[in-house]
């Protein structure tokens, strides 16, 4: 068995572990209380502003990345949140290359009042075979803006081995975009008062663009 490496920076509290031969990074309490609601105002906003984007029956901001931003100082420290943490990946893994990854794409994704009954147990239950990889990329970042419950975190799986990362408000995980994974989603009955939103950035090499 692979120990954990726990690594304090600040007031962040961090773990990396080993799961399938791939190191998962968890990092928690990343944003100011003020970022966290800049960013959730910004996100309300687009999905306003856009309210048939969709990815499934999930809204999402496709056009997040396009938009004249309202919060860019949110903006502004969330990625630099990001960069940082990168970085720390690229020490723990011991793979300087990763600090040269390039943003692909970014986006929110956010369950709410919208989803019926019916449409989860259609699409989104964790058994009904979500589950997805993105051999394009190198690495993906999860932030969890809002949720009701750590319990509905990220689901990875390997060759029929399954666990499921927390998913705590304001944390953020890094994983390899080649590990299959699947959002673990609250029912209706939960999401009608309070929202699960994430933010979620891709990264790949330059010579792949």
């Known amino acids: ?15 990396g572990m080993n799961y399938f031969g791939k190191t998962l990074y968890h ?22 502003i856009n309210p048939d984007n969709k990815d499934g029956y999930i809204e999402a901001t496709n056009g997040l990345s396009k938009r004249q931003l309202k919060n860019k100082q949110c903006w ?19 793979n300087p290359n990763i600090r040269t990854l390039k943003v692909a794409s970014y986006w929110a994704k956010r369950m709410y009042k919208d989803v019926t009954q019916d449409q989860y147990e259609e699409q989104m239950y964790i058994n009904y075979g ?53 959002a673990v989603l609250p029912p209706p009955i939960i999401t009608k008062d309070s929202p699960r939103t994430t933010i979620i950035v891709d990264f790949k090499y330059s010579h792949k663009f």
Request: hydrophobic share 35%.
């Open 130 to 182: 979500n589950l997805h990889a993105h051999t394009n990329l190198d690495l993906g970042i999860i932030y969890y803006l809002q949720n009701p419950s750590r319990i509905y975190g990220t689901l990875i799986e390997d060759k029929g081995r399954e666990f499921i990362v927390p998913g705590d408000e304001n944390s953020m995980i890094i994983h390899h975009s080649d590990m299959n994974h699947a």
């Open 76 to 94: 502004y420290n969330f990625f630099k949140m990001v960069k940082a943490h990168l970085n720390n990946y690229a020490e723990i893994t011991n």
């Open 27 to 48: 990092a928690y309490n990343v944003l100011s209380e003020e970022d966290v609601s800049g960013l959730i105002e910004e996100i309300n906003d687009e999905l306003s």
């Open 1 to 15: 068995m692979i120990k954990p490496t726990y690594l304090y920076i600040k007031h962040h509290a961090i773990t």
